[in-house]
């Protein structure tokens, strides 16, 4: 088969939608990918996988694209899951890994998403792409949209780091800076859909982006030989990549490859400057109310309003896990102190993350065995506005004071 799936299914009812054409939401809302698990547990098996070329792409029974056609791609390598032993004796953790996502082609896990909606635009003939980014995934569109000779439109607001501004232009897309939030860059791309005719790639607004997400999950799967780890510490704006990561679970449960029924408990991890799913998942409701007044140095976590607040609070839920806020004002001075700790460069949403490690171990909920997982989601050389460097200037190097450089 060139393809194992079978449909595409609406999230918050059910229904049922081919998906052979294109599509995008049903009522507003956001569409899963389904495939016929019984002929792929015919087809292959995780020893199979093992030999493959050590890409995301080794994964492709579970992916939309179909198997004959080779992928646009410029080297989704598998990422790292490294040990923090002096970060997680900080916290008094005895199994601690970070999962190293800077280490994908555009510098973040936005390269696993946006490689998936790029491909399967190109699959179903389209040739312009616009998307609102709060930074990394506006830089991976447009490098996957230049990898494909696609025209790629980027809308990004106006505060975005200098980096991600940068990386989009030197992959030709067409960057516009927004005097507003990304909710403001997605009404524009909205409003010139039918004039522009592109195709909007906003998170969620496509079902693909979910399925490279996914692959973060069938990774972590097989790192730990199938046995998965007890929590995971997951920074969440639009909140793809924990969607991903628990239908990528489910899906490889069904196919009876886990070791144990027992899931991962997923941590959603926010800043107080916007928070709507920790506010919601507290509150007990299935919906989140838009933030009002966004503010965070961790762009990536700058959602006010996401199209798939109640898959992420579903999964949360269903994992037995949580989310919660961490103080803004504590973001980039943690992300210094961790990034120094076992020399991984954490950006300041997994910095959050770290955070949220100390407040969890503080009140119990994590305990000193629990096998405890975090994803860098980007690079740290991307937010460069973040950290202060405060540089020392030798202003004459045939004259240092070598006793002061200590001070």
């Known amino acids: 088969m060139a393809s194992f799936v079978t449909h595409l299914e609406a999230a918050i009812d059910g229904t049922r939608l081919p998906h052979d054409q294109i599509q ?18 015919e087809a292959i098996t995780p020893g199979m996988i093992a030999w493959r070329p050590p890409t ?4 492709r029974e579970l992916l939309p694209v179909p198997g004959d056609v080779e992928p646009v791609s410029i080297g989704e390598s598998i990422t790292p899951l490294l040990p923090a032993p002096q970060l997680a004796a900080r916290f008094g953790l005895s199994h601690f890994w970070i999962k190293d996502e800077s280490r994908l082609p555009t510098g973040s896990f936005k390269s696993r ?15 312009r792409l616009a998307i609102p980014s709060a930074g990394n995934a506006g830089g991976a569109m447009a490098a996957y949209a230049a990898r494909a000779g696609m025209e790629a439109y980027v809308f990004m607001p106006r505060d975005t780091p200098i980096v991600n501004q ?48 996914k692959t973060m999950g069938l990774e972590l799967a097989e790192q730990f030989e199938y046995s998965l780890p007890d929590f995971i510490v997951y920074p969440t704006g639009g909140g793809t990549g924990l969607i991903g990561m628990w239908k990528a679970f489910q899906e490889l449960r069904a196919l009876g490859w886990l070791k144990s029924d027992t899931m991962p408990q997923m941590i959603s991890v926010q800043s107080d400057g916007c928070a709507p799913i920790a506010r919601a998942f507290d509150a007990g409701e299935r919906f989140a109310a838009p933030w009002v007044n966004a503010h965070t140095c961790a762009s990536g976590l700058r959602v006010p309003a996401a199209v798939g607040d109640f898959m992420i609070l579903d999964a949360i839920r269903e994992s037995g896990g949580f989310a919660l806020a961490v103080p803004e004002q504590r973001i980039a001075s943690t992300m210094r102190e961790a990034s120094r700790l076992d020399g991984i460069a954490l950006c300041p949403e997994s910095a959050a993350c770290v955070l949220a490690i100390e407040f969890l ?47």
């Not at 998403?113 to 040739?127: K, S, Y």
């Open 24 to 41: 995008t939401l049903h009522q507003g809302r956001p569409l899963w990918v389904r495939y016929d698990l019984n002929a792929i547990r």
């Open 113 to 127: 998403g946006l490689a998936m909606a790029v491909n399967m635009a190109r699959q179903f003939g389209i040739t």
């Open 166 to 213: 940068v990386e989009c232009v030197l992959a030709g897309a067409k960057t516009f800076l927004v005097n507003g939030l990304i909710t403001d860059c997605g009404q524009i791309v909205r409003a010139g859909a039918d004039t522009m005719n592109w195709f909007d790639c906003s998170t969620l607004k496509e079902p693909y982006r979910i399925e490279g997400k």
């Open 361 to 407: 171990r503080a009140d119990g909920r994590l305990a000193p065995n629990d096998r405890v997982v975090l994803f860098n989601t980007g690079s740290a050389a991307k937010y460069i506005e973040t950290v202060p460097l405060n540089l020392q200037v030798l202003h004459d190097p045939k004259n240092v004071d070598f006793s002061a450089l200590a001070r």
């Open 56 to 59: 995301m792409w080794r994964y």
